[in-house]
């Protein structure tokens, strides 16, 4: 059973910068597919991006290519989302998950996927 915790969520203005972080515990994830989502207020979960198995490849969803980077560190066990350029519609509760019955990261775009998620952490976006 694989626990994931995020943390580095906070308070930015527009055109600002954050790292978030995903540190998992009670197993490798060097075997899953990781995941990042995120649900702004009022509305539904939606995907952000994956990273492959190895961390050589990622996806992204179009409202974040070219501003969000996902990278992970297997021998620590934590992937990480950096996130540059922030708009105020990036403001959400982000979440991580792990994704072990995936075979392909760009496949893994809907929660359905995920085995195992965290329990979020509140990036808020100001003007």
């Known amino acids: 059973q694989v626990q994931l915790v995020e943390s580095g969520g906070g308070l930015v203005q527009a055109g600002g910068s954050l790292r978030l972080s995903c540190a998992a515990s009670?197993?490798?994830?060097?075997?899953?597919?990781m995941g990042w989502f995120r649900q702004p207020p009022g509305k539904e979960r939606e995907f952000v991006g994956a990273?492959?198995?190895?961390?050589?490849?990622?996806y992204y969803s179009e409202s974040v290519r070219g501003r969000f980077t996902i990278s992970r560190d297997n021998a620590k066990n934590t992937v990480s989302l950096q996130m540059n350029s922030l708009k105020l519609e990036d403001t959400a509760v982000y979440s991580c998950?792990?994704?072990?019955?995936?075979?392909?990261?760009?496949?893994?775009?809907?929660?359905?996927?995920?085995?195992?998620w965290g329990q979020g952490t509140q990036v808020t976006v100001s003007s």
């Open positions: 009670g197993g490798s994830i060097s075997n899953h597919v």
């Open positions: 990273i492959s198995r190895s961390g050589a490849d990622q």
């Open positions: 998950a792990a994704a072990y019955h995936v075979t392909y990261h760009y496949a893994a775009t809907t929660s359905s996927h995920y085995d195992y």
